[in-house]
């Protein structure tokens, strides 16, 4: 006997929430945090490549295929990125936030910078704050210590971080800034800027990671998030960052409910926004 059509949209519904569980369980990815639209449409993608039209086929293609899963979470993870994406952005922290960063440094007599970058991907952004560090601090740099986290969950991505080669950097070709690459068929990064840079496997919905950051990037990652989640990673990024620290966004994300209490915007246009020391949460 056929099932009813709202019957068959409960199973479905039922079966991709069993998905979820399964990823969460199995490869630690906590999709429940992302908007179900974006999962269902990422997971879609899979699922024509296998020519089902349902999630109960699909959960059968992983239990029977767990290589799938890495097609899978490489799909669920954002991979969108260049070298100083968002030129502008850049130009502000050159400009702005990492000479007064610096200047606040010597005022207390230290001369050690931690940021993190969140949702790195392969590689590129940290690699560019790295860069954009030597370029500000210039002959100084040797007496700082500077270091650079990019966390990510795709693991194949990381790999491709640590490595270091890219196969072009047209985003700023003629510029000083290919001094940090050896150029052979590939771009290769330079020891200079990859001893900057650490990358760890990191999923930013699995809660507190490590503290004490000067500059934490998180772009165009909050983005696929609920709303609840986004300003729960706002609050664990304030308690990550040092007094007066600094939080770079995406343009199109914003400081939702109580972390508007918690940092001060230092470039609206640029989504540069400074922690506030005095914030009570």
């Known amino acids: 006997m056929a099932l009813p059509e709202g019957g068959i949209a409960l ?7 069993l998905l979820e569980r399964k990823i969460y369980q199995e490869k630690s990815l906590q999709v429940k945090g992302y908007r179900d639209s974006y999962v269902k449409r990422r997971i879609g993608v899979r699922m024509r490549a296998h020519g089902v039209s349902s999630y109960v086929e699909y959960v059968r293609i992983l239990n029977s295929s767990p290589e799938e899963y ?26 702005d936030v990492l000479p007064q960063l610096i200047s606040t440094k010597r005022e207390r007599g230290q001369r050690m910078i931690k940021a993190w ?3 790195c991907a392969t590689g590129e952004e940290p690699y560019s704050v790295a860069m954009l560090f030597r370029l500000v601090l210039g002959p100084e740099i040797s007496s700082w210590m500077v270091k650079v986290y990019g966390t990510d969950i795709d693991q194949m991505s990381l790999q491709k971080a640590r490595e270091g080669k890219y196969e072009r950097i047209a985003s700023f070709e003629g510029r000083e ?15 200079m800027v990859k001893q900057m840079v ?6 930013l919905t699995s809660g507190h990671w490590s503290n004490h950051f000067d500059l934490i990037v998180c772009r165009n990652v909050l983005i696929y998030f609920s709303p609840s989640l986004q300003e729960e990673l706002l609050h664990t990024f304030y308690h990550c960052l040092n007094k007066d620290g600094y939080l770079v966004l ?3 994300e914003t400081l939702l409910g109580e972390s508007r209490k918690m940092f001060n915007p230092v470039n609206i246009r640029e989504c540069i926004h400074q922690k506030l020391a005095e914030a009570k949460v």
Request: glycine share 6%.
């Open 11 to 17: 199973i479905e519904e039922r079966a991709f929430q």
């Open 70 to 95: 890495d097609l899978l979470l490489g799909n669920l993870t954002i991979n969108v990125t260049q070298f100083f994406r968002d030129e502008s952005t850049f130009e502000a922290l050159k400009k």
């Open 117 to 119: 970058c969140a949702g």
């Open 177 to 191: 800034l290919k001094e940090y690459f050896d150029f052979n068929g590939q771009c290769k990064l330079k020891t």
């Open 198 to 203: 650490r990358f760890k496997h990191y999923d």
């Open 250 to 252: 995406g343009k199109t």
